[in-house]
């Protein structure tokens, strides 16, 4: 049997209740991806750089965290890696259930790509399942101090995907926006 032909008789097929969960996790995270909450973590990224930031985004808007890397007495470098705060990390926790919970863990890539990198998927998902399925993720690349590109990925059956994107233009914008107000 060929390849090609193995493949689509061992395909699992689509599961609609996992497309609709998928759906669910997306629609909840733009809702919350507001202009001014996206302005507001482009300005932590900055702020944070030349190390990463982190924090998360909810129905009540930004809540920036420390990332406790930095306080590990250099053991991790914060330049490339974050770790919520514990306040953080409880609000997470607790929000699955919460309708104006937190739907977003951010961080920044200090002179790297807006990709969520196996490093945040082996972080997000450690056994191969997400630990917080409700989540989605925001990665902010930031090169030299400015954020270039911001993209949002989700889970999905068996891995994250990139279901949003916005460039350093788009990103201009939407800040001056949120900054006029």
């Known amino acids: 049997m060929n390849s090609s032909a193995e493949k689509s008789t061992n395909a699992v097929p689509p599961d609609p209740a996992d497309d609709a969960a998928f759906a669910g996790r997306v629609e909840s995270a733009i809702a919350v991806l507001s202009p001014d909450a996206l302005g507001a973590v482009c300005r932590h990224a900055e702020a944070e750089y030349p190390e990463e930031c982190c924090g998360t ?17 250099g ?43 196996e490093t945040d998927r082996r ?18 690349a930031c090169t030299g101090g400015r954020v270039s590109q911001v993209s949002l990925y989700a889970w999905r059956r068996d891995e994250y995907v990139r279901v949003a994107s916005w460039a350093r233009a788009a990103l201009q914008r939407v800040v001056a926006e949120s900054d006029a107000d």
């Open 75 to 117: 053991a991790i470098d914060a330049r490339r890696t974050f770790e919520l705060d514990a306040a953080s990390a409880v609000a997470v926790a607790q929000s699955a259930e919460d309708s104006n919970g937190v739907r977003i863990v951010y961080h920044s890539h200090p002179d790297g790509p807006a990709v969520f990198s």
């Open 57 to 73: 985004i909810s129905g009540s808007g930004v809540r920036p965290s420390v990332n406790v890397c930095r306080e590990g007495g």
């Open 123 to 140: 972080a997000a998902a450690p056994a191969g399942r997400p630990v917080y399925p409700h989540l989605c993720h925001l990665v902010i």
